[in-house]
């Protein structure tokens, strides 16, 4: 079992090798789905980010044959020290959960990518080692989480290691650790280990992870830091042939070595009457976890050797509640192994048919299935309850660790197979054909019969103006509706309602416009939710949830359920200026937060920013990573600083240094660099270096009360050893460090402004957070008199 913070922290070339040549059970244990980074690919965050990476870890790990675990930690964000981290995770619960894993799991060994002396850098890394080694103990002492005991077993792992590492400027490996070489070929497979994994961290597409294959020797590098140290192999001490059971093993391995001198690769299906023999010696073979887990592979095996294939699918990407879907289920005996489809079972009716199966004959039957009211939503188990803190919340012990979202409707095929009666599970999946993909598969969602949501998600009113604005909210049918229906909103001090008649056929919506005005003091936030209560005949049902469907190319489709809510604002906000041209990097929510605060923003992609008369503009923003992210940077750097020298205003928001890429164009006008300096604590104080600097006074008077309320952090990759034409403006320091003045600097070029800064407002805009509005408008109006 492999244990670290973050999905990225594994080592996929270990993993390859352990699990495709040692063929051990090999895992990868990550403390958080990696809600807390930045995202490559969109401009998800938070909890959708987590989403996205759960399901980049399982591509992943389909691709190197580990399996993968998580724990409800939540990730906040980047932490300093572990002190830090476990001031916001309960370290107790996340203790508890590895714990749980390393119970349920029984792993010989224990390998963590980080040590706990803070070689890792980050707080959650070396937190992440020191719970593992905390976990190793506890897991075999009876005294710790008892409550566990229900279940599991106390379970005593033999060794614990960390992997030591040469990346980031840091070389803890050294030829005296035990090492072992995991560069080699598999014959079987075709590819080295080196190969594997680089398909597999490719995966991490929302990270930038794109890497090259590796061939040839290669070596990984140990420290033990528990258990006895191993000479020659990882697994020095333990048992890892039949014996591990006792004498009864040597039956087994009796019977499978006699299946694999009988074994022939053109006709597998012979092998058929002897692995069902052996399945049944493994049934009488007791619990033994070893017995169970071979069992299930024995199974998986006599699938394969008849060419069995089984499925379930659906033609709907949806499970309606109170409608109804076809389900078909296909069985096909494709190398003829004397088999006989005993029933299936779907929503808990079981089918009988003792149909006996032809060699490579389709067996295939419909099946209409009708949906509840109170079949439960298709919701990732870990977003089920309300999250405390930056910890999930799961109330079922025994999906704690598990990676996915429980699948909606499970089909059970009784087969029975040269006598014997088996049982093979297939989650029921949607199937599409794309024109230009092929054949499709999705998971299937239960959803209610429509979704509500509102838009926009922030309102900004300021005190100079008395407007009142207007919200949409739209009601999406997921099935034919006609009924009366009443749609609002509601919150503190607001509510409003529309009625009428609807009749909305599939995927349609209906719209209902709203008008908000400004009621509350200033600065103060609250937020209104959407509803709709629908009356038909006598029934009545009340829709509150959003539907947010997450779709990327590399990963399954990923849907969850949240209430939509309009954040208000009433706030002290002047700005000057009207025009701004967005410039994209990696995906962010900063320009329709510009808009609401009373901005045009005109978006200047590649096409777009070549041709475009810039003096119109007030100001040009670049979205984050704009020069991480934008090869054609380089051809409009010149333009670019013509605009800033005839007036303009450039404000670039933060780009990286880091290996998700280099700046590939120079930025200012004059030079500076990019640093990995970062200011983590949202509370951080904050020293305005000079007060009465125009970015502090106008039209907005800044002040140290900007900086309160903050989201998850201040500012991130700095900038460093800048010209001397550059101001810095602001100097910050996290808990116990020195300050730091590289989070905005800025300078006058010609008649015109450019700013770098590293201050995170596309967490703090999105967030609705006031200070950080007051400071992107005084940014916007630099050039303004
Ligand atoms: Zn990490």
């Not at 993993?15 to 990696?34: E, F, K, V």
């Not at 039956?251 to 053109?266: G, L, P, S, W």
């Not at 730091?740 to 010609?750: A, N, R």
Request: proline share 4%; net charge neutral.
């Amino acid at each position: 079992m492999y244990i670290a913070a973050h999905p990225d922290d594994e080592n996929t070339r270990l993993i390859a090798y352990l699990a495709n040549d040692q063929l051990y059970r090999t895992s990868y244990l990550s403390l958080t789905r990696g809600d807390g980074g930045q995202n490559l690919i969109g401009d998800e965050q938070g909890i959708e980010l987590g989403l996205i990476r759960t399901q980049e870890l399982l591509s992943a790990r389909r691709i190197d044959g580990g399996e993968q675990f998580f724990t409800r930690a939540y990730d906040f964000g980047y932490s300093k020290s572990p002190e830090e981290t476990f001031t916001k995770w309960k370290k107790d619960s996340v203790l508890a959960d590895v714990v749980w894993i390393i119970r349920k799991l029984q792993p010989d060994v224990i390998i963590t990518r980080f040590p706990t002396t803070g070689e890792g850098g980050h707080g959650h890394h070396t937190a992440s080692a020191i719970i593992a080694n905390e976990a190793f103990n506890a897991a075999a002492d009876p005294t710790k989480f008892k409550e566990q005991l229900r279940f599991v077993k106390p379970w005593r792992t033999k060794r614990i290691l960390w992997n030591t590492f040469n990346f980031g400027g840091n070389n803890t490996t050294s030829s005296s650790q035990f090492n072992i070489n995991v560069g080699g070929y598999n014959t079987l497979l075709g590819k080295s280990y080196g190969e594997i994994a680089a398909k597999s961290r490719s995966q991490h597409r929302s990270q930038g992870f794109g890497s090259a294959a590796t061939i040839g020797n290669s070596y990984e590098y140990f420290i033990n830091t528990g258990g006895n140290a191993p000479t020659i192999n990882l697994f020095d001490g333990v048992e890892v042939s039949w014996k591990r059971i006792g004498k009864r093993g040597e039956v087994f391995q009796r019977a499978i070595n006699d299946i694999e001198k009988q074994y022939n690769i053109q006709t597998p299906q012979n092998s058929i009457p002897a692995l069902v023999a052996l399945y049944k010696l493994l049934e009488k073979g007791g619990n033994d976890y070893w017995v169970v887990k071979k069992k299930q592979e024995v199974l998986q095996l006599i699938a394969d050797c008849s060419g069995l294939y089984i499925d379930a699918y659906t033609s709907q990407p949806f499970a309606v509640q109170t409608g109804n879907f076809v389900v078909t289920t296909l069985v096909n005996d494709r190398l003829g192994g004397n088999t006989v489809l005993k029933s299936i079972t779907l929503d808990g009716k079981e089918d009988v048919f003792d149909k006996v199966l032809r060699q490579n004959d389709n067996f295939s039957v419909d099946k209409k299935i009708t949906v509840p009211l109170s079949k439960e939503l298709t919701q990732p188990y870990w977003l089920k309850e309300k999250r405390e803190e930056a910890m999930y919340q799961v109330a079922d012990q025994q999906l704690i660790g598990t990676p996915d979202v429980q699948p909606a409707y499970i089909a059970s095929f009784k087969i029975q197979i040269d006598g014997q009666v088996f049982t093979f599970e297939k989650p029921v999946r949607y199937r599409a054909i794309d024109p230009v993909k092929g054949e499709v598969y999705q998971p299937l969602s239960v959803v209610p019969a429509a979704t509500i949501a509102a838009s926009p998600n922030l309102l900004v009113f300021n005190k100079t103006d008395n407007r009142t604005q207007s919200l949409q909210t739209e009601l999406h049918a997921y099935t034919n509706i006609d009924a009366s229906i009443t749609a609002g909103l509601v919150g503190i001090d607001y509510s409003g309602t529309q009625s009428g008649q609807v009749h909305l056929a599939m995927e349609q919506m209906q719209r209902y416009s709203f008008k908000v005005s400004d009621m509350h003091p200033p600065d103060e936030v609250y937020s209104v939710t959407a509803f709709a209560n629908q009356k038909l005949n006598n029934d009545a049902t009340s829709y509150h949830l959003s539907l947010k469907n997450i779709q990327y190319d590399h990963i399954p489709i990923i849907r969850y359920f949240y209430q939509d809510y309009v954040t208000v604002l009433n706030i002290h906000l002047k700005t000057v200026g009207k025009m701004i041209g967005y410039i994209p990097g990696a995906g962010d929510k900063v320009p329709s937060v510009l808009e609401r605060m009373g901005y045009d923003v005109v978006v200047l992609d590649q096409a777009t920013l070549s041709t475009a008369n810039l003096s119109g503009y007030d100001a040009i923003i670049t979205g984050v990573r704009a020069y991480n992210t934008n090869e054609w940077m380089v051809a409009n750097y010149d333009k670019l600083m013509n605009y800033v020298k005839e007036g303009g205003n450039l404000i670039v928001q933060y780009n990286t240094n880091s290996n998700i890429g280099t700046v590939k164009s120079k930025i200012g006008p004059y030079d500076f660099t990019i640093t990995r300096n970062r200011i983590t604590d949202e509370h951080a104080k904050v020293t305005l270096l000079n007060p009465s600097h125009k970015l502090f006074n106008f039209p907005n008077k800044i002040t140290n009360a900007d900086f309160e309320h903050w989201t998850q952090e201040r500012s991130i990759y700095h900038a460093g050893s800048w010209d001397n034409h550059f101001e810095p403006l602001l100097s910050m320091a996290d808990p116990g460090e020195k300050a730091d003045e590289g989070s905005l600097i800025t300078t006058q070029y010609g008649k015109g402004y450019f700013t770098y800064t590293g201050l995170v407002f596309f967490r703090e805009l999105p967030a609705g957070v006031p200070g950080a509005m007051r400071l992107m408008a005084n940014l916007i109006a630099l050039n303004k008199e």
